[in-house]
C-alpha cells in the first residue's frame, strides 16, 4: 500500500441541477467526429444536496453505506473492477473509477464509508456523476496525488464511462461544488466560468416520483449523431446545437443582469424547444406525462417565473423558478402535500461584497528585539510616497479603506489593547494645534479609524492559522481580506493590491491567494502555487496544488509555469489572501481534532483542503511585497519602498 496514505477523511459531494443546456455536453463532444456540430453549453450549479462518506485507505476496494446496509468490496484490481464497472448497478460507478485509478495510478485500495445521502437517486441531479467524483476524490486526497479538480472531473467521467451508463460531461461539474458555472463542450475541449449572480434566484427542484430509463433516453438521442441520417436527426442535432447555444447565451444574460422574470420565461421557451425538437426521437421516455402536468399545473402560475424538466429530461425531476422566499415556500408545500412529491430548496444570491478585512499583529517581534520593547513592530516607521513618516500599521489600513474596506479586525495579543487604543485615540488638543492642517487632516483619520477597528485576542501561541481562526466570530460567514502585520504592499498599477484581490473574487467567487514569481533558487523560503491561466491575461489562476516551502527539484518537476507561453515561472504567496466560510470551517476543525503540521495550526493546510474540495484562485498580483519582520528586511523597506517606478 502508499506509504502516504492518510488515516480517515470526511468528504461531501454535491450533486448537479443542469438549468440549461440539457444533453449539449455529449453532444458537444460530437465535434471530434464531425466539426459541423455546434459546441455544446450548458449552466450548471451544485446543489446542497449531496453525498457524505468517510474514506480511509484500505488493502481492498470497499464501499459501504448506512443508508442500505450493503457493501461492495473487490481486489484493485483492474480487470476485475472493469469487469464490475461493465455489469451495471449503482456500485459499477465507483468500480469504473476504481479501475480507471488502478490502470493509471500506483496506489492501495480504499474503504469509502456512505454516512449520509440527501441527494435522490435516478432524478436528473447525477447522484451517480457525485459518487463517481466522491471516488475519485477520496483516491486523490488519501493517496496524496494532487490531481487538480478538473482532474477529478475527468476521471469521474471517464469511470463512468466504463459502465452501461454513458453520460455525458456536464454531470460530473458537480466537483466545482455549489456554485453557478457556463460550460462549452467543444469536443474533447471543456470551458467553465463562474457566472456572477446580480439577484436571488429562488428555485425548487422536485424528484416526480415517477421514474426514468436514461439509458434508454441516451442511447435513443445519440442514434441522431455524429451525421444526421433524416429530417428528425437533424432536428436534434439543431436542438441541442444552434437554438441551444442561443438559450443559454441569454440565459447567461439574464443572471449577470438580474433579469429573473425574463429567465423564467426563457425556462417555458427552452421546454418548448425540447418538447418540439429533442422529445419526438424517444417518444417513449420524453413525452414525460407527469413532468408536464406540473409544467402545466394552473395552481403553480401565481407562485414562479418559469419551470422545465432536468437534466436528461423525462419524468425524474422537475425545476421551478420561484417568484420571491415566500413563493418558494409555498411551490414546496404545494408540491409535497397536495402533489405528492419530493420538493427542495436551492437559492442562489448574489456574492456577497468583501467588506472586512484581518490583520494578525500579535506577538512580541523577537527577531527586532530590543526595538520591540519599545515599540511593536507594527508601529515601526516607514517613509510613505506622501512624505509622512507613518507606522506599518497605517499604510495597511489606509489600503484597506482605499479598496472599500468597511471593518477591520485586528488580532492582538491580550495585554496588547491600550496600545491601539491609545494610538486611535485624537491627541490632545495642545499637540493638535501644533500640526500642520494636512497633518490635522490625517490625525482627523487616525482617530476616524477607532469606529472601523475590532480586536481579537491570541491567547495561545498556536500557528498562523490559530490565529487567523481568532478572527472567525468577527467573519460572520462573510468573505474576508486576510494581510500579514509585518508586510506591507506597493501596487504598480492604479487599484491597490488589495482591490486587485476583491476583484479576483469577485471575478470568481471563489478563495483567492495572492501570488508572485519568485527565482528557482528562492522556492525553498516560500508557500508555492501551481495552476492553469483562467484569462487570457494570465492574471488569474485555477489552483492545482500549494506547496509549503518545495525543494527546488520538487519545484522545477512539479511546480512550474508557462507564462505567455515562454518563460517558466515559480508563484509565491504574495501575502494577501481572501477567505471564505469554507476556510473557517476547515480551521475549526483542525483545531478540534488537532491537526498540526511542524507543531502548529497551518493556514496552509486549511487552503489546501478547500481548494481540492471546492477550489481556490490565484491572483498575479500587479504590485511588490515588503517584510518589516527582520531587522535587514526592514532595513531594505526603508530604501525601497515607494522609491520604485
Known sequence: MNQHSQESIDLFVPGRLCLFGEHSDWAGLQRVMNSAIVPGQAIVTGIEQGIYATVSASDQFIIESDLTQESFVC??????????????GYYSYVAGVASYISEYYS??????????????????????????????????????????????????????????????????????????????????????????????????????????????????????????????????????????????????EYIEAGEIEKLGQLMVEAQKNFDEKVAPACPEEL????????????????????CKGVGSQGDGTVQLLAKDEECQKKVVDYLKNERGMDPFTLTLKPQQKVRKAVIPVAGFGTRLYPATKAIKKDFLPILDKDGMFKPVIMILLEQLIASGIEEICLVIGEDEKPIYDSFFQRMSQENYDKLPEEKQKYEDFISG??????????????????????????????????????????????????????????????????????????????????????????????????????TTEYAQDHLKMIYKQTEEKYYAVFGQYILTKEVYDVLEKNIRENRLSRGEIQLTD????????????????????????????YIDTISRYGKQQ
Not at 75 to 85: I, N, P, S, Y
Not at 504 to 530: Q, T, W
Request: aromatic share 8%; hydrophobic share 35%; charged share 25%.
Open 75 to 88: 481486489e484493485m484490481d483492474t480487470a476485475v473492477l472493469r469487469q464490475k464497472a461493465n455489469e451495471g
Open 107 to 252: 496506489v492501495g485500495g480504499i474503504r469509502i464509508h456512505i454516512t449520509k445521502q440527501t441527494l435522490p437517486v435516478k432524478s436528473g441531479l447525477s447522484s451517480s456523476a457525485a459518487v463517481c467524483v466522491l471516488a475519485a476524490r477520496a483516491f486523490n486526497q488519501i493517496y496524496k496525488l494532487k490531481i487538480s479538480t478538473a482532474g477529478e472531473m475527468q476521471i469521474a467521467f471517464y469511470g463512468e464511462q466504463r459502465t452501461p451508463s454513458r453520460c455525458g460531461r456536464l454531470d460530473q461539474a458537480c466537483a466545482y461544488g455549489i456554485k453557478p458555472v457556463h460550460m462549452t463542450f467543444n469536443g474533447n475541449e471543456i470551458e467553465t466560468r463562474p457566472l456572477k449572480i446580480a439577484k436571488p434566484m429562488y428555485w425548487v427542484i422536485a424528484d416526480l416520483k415517477a421514474g426514468k430509463d436514461t439509458v434508454k433516453i441516451l442511447s435513443d438521442l445519440n442514434k441522431c449523431y455524429p451525421f444526421a441520417e433524416n429530417e428528425k436527426e437533424e432536428t436534434v442535432q439543431q436542438a441541442l446545437g444552434v437554438d441551444n447555444a442561443r438559450l443559454v447565451e441569454r440565459a447567461t
Open 287 to 306: 413525452t414525460s406525462p407527469v413532468l408536464h402536468s406540473v409544467l402545466n399545473d394552473a395552481n403553480l402560475k401565481p407562485w414562479i417565473y418559469g
Open 449 to 550: 479609524l477607532k469606529s472601523k477597528v475590532t480586536y481579537v485576542y491570541q491567547t495561545e501561541r498556536k500557528g498562523f492559522g490559530h490565529a487567523v481562526y481568532q478572527s472567525c466570530e468577527f467573519a460572520g460567514g462573510e468573505p474576508v481580506l486576510l494581510l500579514l502585520g509585518d508586510m506591507i504592499y506597493e501596487s504598480t498599477i492604479g487599484k491597490t493590491c488589495s482591490q486587485q484581490m476583491i476583484d479576483a473574487y469577485e471575478e470568481y467567487g471563489m478563495p483567492v491567494i495572492s501570488m508572485h514569481d519568485v527565482p528557482l533558487n528562492e522556492v525553498v523560503h516560500y508557500g508555492i502555487m501551481k495552476g492553469r491561466w483562467a484569462d487570457e491575461n494570465e492574471r488569474h489562476v485555477v489552483l492545482e496544488e500549494i506547496a509549503e516551502k518545495p
Open 606 to 633: 486549511a487552503l489546501e483542503e478547500v481548494r481540492k474540495n471546492s477550489g481556490m484562485m490565484g491572483c498575479r498580483i500587479r504590485g511588490r511585497s515588503y517584510d518589516v519582520g527582520l531587522p535587514e528586511m
